[in-house]
């Protein structure tokens, strides 16, 4: 009995400073275990007498179920503090601010050139993409503008070689378009081209879209009319569209067309320069001498042809001043514009 009692008071301490699993596990090892101090006290009964061995077994057997009914309460109260640390550390803080990842969104001018792929798509137009490193008879002399002439001045190119260029325009894919398809055929042909330029509304690459009709007695009228849809279905539907005359050496007539100004709708404004019109195209009927050119029979066949800067219709669009700024790359700028 005053080893029970004296290994009480020891047992007392020892399962009031348990404050974990690893302190649970350890007084468990100390006391209950098999080489424990309880099985330590039922060894020493041996030492004693048959008589007193059983009374003296049943006092050990006691004070075992005592201590292990005390540990059990313990580990249960553990358990369940650590099952609480455990939620604490898991659970969720709603009132934080989330992570947001932009989805990313399509550049203007990738959004400008779906749109206006998308109208042509709706027109029976097919896609035709030329090479951007062309040579001097694709994109001048086959397109009418032969060497001397002062249409050269107009489009300041980057020579390769003397005979090969970085295109200045998507116009020689009509030649390549002609010597490969067969008429009558529709066809658009997008593309970055290329200009020793560089201002507030050029850069040295800016992208084009070129358009090709060939066919059987075509006039001016298909022109406008296709051209006058298109501002329609680019801009809004009550834009109105002008032919002005113009001179283009690979178009005979020529024209530019200009739509009603997309920010005044007309009445005149700094973007229009108070003249209530914007330019956006340049186009007209396929002058005589690109058709045979193309490798086809003047007589037989009229072109449409008409070319257009992605560019400046983005920026027209979105109301973008400058054109560095489509290229900057700064995306708080780019995610803007979702189409
Ligand atoms: N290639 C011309 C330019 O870059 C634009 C153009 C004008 C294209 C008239 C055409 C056209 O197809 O017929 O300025």
Redesign the pocket.
Known sequence: MEQINALRAGVETALAAIKSPAELKDFFGAYLGKSGQIQALMKSLGALSKEERPAAGKRINDFKEEVLAKFKAIEAAIEKQELLKKYENESVDISMPAVFRSPGALHPVSIIRKELLDVFAGMGFTLYEGPEIEDDYHNFTALNTPQDHPARDK?DTFYITEDTLLR????PG?IRCMKTMKPPFKVVMPGRVFRSDDDATHLPMFH?M?GLVIDKGLSMCDLYGLLDSLAKSVFSPDTKTRFRPSY?P??EP?VEVDVSCCECGGSGCRLCKETGWIEIL???VVNRKVIENGGLDPDEYTGL???TGLDRIAMLKYGVNNIHILYDGDVRILKQFKG
């Open positions: 489009q200045t325009h998507t116009s009509q084009q070129e283009f690979f178009t020529s340049g186009g007209g042809a008409f070319g």
